[in-house]
């Protein structure tokens, strides 16, 4: 989940817009009602000295806010499957990476270290919420910490929030989207797993190659099978390939256009391609979508097409045992 | 660019290299008819392994060749399509419907050999 908030670009120049807008407003006030206008305004703190700042303070309170924040994590009953050992231990590198992208404003290289931790962490089981969860809850006690340092002085806490906020904001954003970029890169590679284990390409004689068919075939699964068919030609020097789809129950015209395209494209590598296990509603299909079928060669089922790709290579099975 | 085409008893061999031009295409449609007629060659191989990719310009003239080469009598085997380049083709269309093809030089001359047993 993306949070839907905004940054401003120039962070340096809106702090001081802000801050220059509310002294004018304040001596404006001040005008109106009479009294007199405050004395000229202490000399503000640049923005990045206020960074520098409370990036001091949380080093120097690094053992206690860490563990306060450990302490939160656990009360929230997140990452429950790990260890107090691997939570302490992530916690702490992430609490110095956090604290580093404060200081440094080096989002790029947060966003690495986010994608890596997800990989580290996603095997784990560890979901979303929880990533999200206890980085928000980093930002709420490190936030804490500040009230309570600067509680005093409520202006300087204003300034300080100003700096603040908006970094830890951004942090939370790319630590969220890092995870979930990580975990949609894991999805797609575990759908190219799928996709390539349910296509084999099976030799089952010299130059003779059979392609079973399972399952659901989508425009992308179909590209896919077509690309490893041609490759397992040109490997294993395939002059027949038979295509079985007994186990789809539907195509539609698209993936059925396909299937002709991967016969003639076998076709061009000197290999002949029989289809077998056409199901009536697949044969129906076929038909009305008006498919030259003079360029598919098909037999009934898989045991008709080895016969038929046998006799096409000059093989003859023979029985050894006298007949009874 | 010149491609080069030996002779392999009543076979000639062309062997096409990478990105042939347009030109070119033309120069080898004539070139090659004419070897067959020199020669009185019974077949021709025209081998694409080193071509990467096929345009329809490209696709139509091997098939023009094949055309033209049958009218002297002669068959044309195209060999060495390369998977990418098959797939490619077919979805442009291009088929080279009517025109012989085998997996590579090997496949191609024992396909030819096939023919000429049973056809003499």
Do not use: C
């Amino acid at each position: 989940m993306v949070f839907p908030m905004k940054f401003p670009a120039n962070s340096g120049g809106g702090l001081t817009q802000n801050r220059a807008a509310r002294a004018e407003e304040k001596i404006f006030m001040a005008k109106r009602d009479g009294t007199p206008t405050s004395p000229e305004p202490k000399r503000t703190e640049e923005p990045s000295e206020l960074l520098r700042e409370l990036v001091a303070h949380l080093r120097q309170n690094r053992t206690q806010l860490r563990e306060e924040w450990v302490v939160r994590i656990t009360e929230t009953r997140l990452l429950t499957a790990m260890t107090k050992e691997e939570i302490f231990a992530e916690a702490t590198s992430v609490y110095d990476s956090y604290v580093e992208a404060l200081e440094t404003e080096a989002f790029e290289a947060l966003q690495a270290y986010a994608r890596n931790l997800s990989e580290r962490i996603i095997p784990r089981g560890v979901e979303t919420h929880e990533v999200v969860g206890i980085v928000l809850l980093l930002r709420d006690v490190l936030a804490r910490s500040l009230f309570a340092k600067y509680q005093n002085d409520f202006k300087k806490l204003n300034r300080i929030l100003d700096a603040y906020e908006p970094a830890a904001n951004r942090i939370a954003n790319t630590v969220a989207v890092g995870f979930v970029q990580e975990r949609e890169r894991v999805i797609r590679q575990q759908q190219e797993a799928i996709r390539e284990l349910s296509t084999p390409v099976l030799q089952v004689r010299e130059r003779l190659l059979i392609l079973p068919i399972i399952g659901v075939i989508d425009p992308q699964r179909a590209r896919q099978l077509t690309e490893q068919l041609l490759r397992g030609i040109r490997t294993n020097r395939a002059k027949v390939v038979v295509i079985d789809i007994t186990g789809v129950a539907a195509m539609d015209v698209t993936v059925a256009n396909h299937l002709v395209q991967t016969v003639e494209a076998s076709r061009l590598l000197g290999a002949t391609v029989i289809v077998t296990g056409l199901s009536p509603e697949i044969a129906q299909t076929l038909v009305t979508i008006g498919v030259d079928l003079g360029k598919m060669n098909t037999v009934g089922d898989l045991q008709g097409g080895i016969e038929q790709a046998e006799r096409l290579l000059g093989y003859k099975v023979e029985s050894l045992a006298e007949p009874q | 660019m010149e491609v080069p085409i030996l002779k392999q008893g009543a076979v000639l061999i062309a062997t096409f290299q990478a990105a042939l031009s347009d030109a070119d295409l033309n120069h080898l449609r004539m070139g090659l008819v004419q070897q067959v007629v020199k020669f009185r060659s019974r077949a021709v191989i025209v081998d694409v392994t080193a071509m990467d990719v096929m345009d329809s310009f490209a696709s139509r003239t091997l098939r023009e060749i094949a055309l033209m080469i049958r009218l002297r009598g002669a068959e044309t085997v195209i060999v060495g399509i390369q998977p990418e380049v098959a797939f490619a083709m077919v979805q442009l269309g291009l088929t080279l419907e009517g025109v012989a093809t085998a997996l590579d030089l090997e496949e191609g001359l024992a396909y030819l050999n096939e023919k000429f047993k049973t056809t003499n």
